[in-house]
Nanobody, 117 residues
Framework: QVQLVESGGGLVRPGGSLRLSCVAS????????MGWYRQAPGKERELVAT???????NYADFVKGRFTISRDKAKNTVYLQMNSLKPEDTAGYYC???????????WGQGTQVTASS
């Protein structure tokens, strides 16, 4: 069974930092594209960052220069380092795994990030 389990969310002051983790199991992690998405109440889910199986990364414009996505294939884990957090970053953050051939994808349960004073 495929499982994606996110952790690392929490409450921080604007300008603070968090590192999110997503541990994958039940899939061939090294060949999947991975990504982070977020969804705030009343809004659509939006892409934050992706990392392809060979390591290439892409970021939404609103996080460039602040967030960094990375992966550790030995640990089956993808990370999202979040710096200079803003109130508008407040959302549930979800881990995604997508097969590069079949496009089958999987989602984690999410972890809440709140940047508030």
């Amino acid at each position: 069974q495929v499982q994606l389990v996110e952790s690392g969310g929490g409450l921080v002051r604007p300008g603070g930092s968090l590192r999110l983790s997503c541990v994958a199991s039940g899939l061939s992690f090294s060949i999947y594209h991975m990504g982070w998405y977020r969804q705030a109440p009343g809004k659509e889910r939006e892409l934050v960052a992706t990392i392809a199986w060979r390591g290439t990364t892409n970021y939404a414009d609103f996080v460039k220069g602040r967030f960094t996505i990375s992966r550790d294939k030995a640990k089956n884990t993808v990370y999202l380092q979040m710096n200079s957090l803003k109130p508008e970053d407040t959302a549930g953050y979800y881990c995604n795994a997508k097969h590069p051939v079949s496009s089958a994808d999987f989602w984690g349960q999410g972890t809440q990030v709140t940047a508030s004073s």
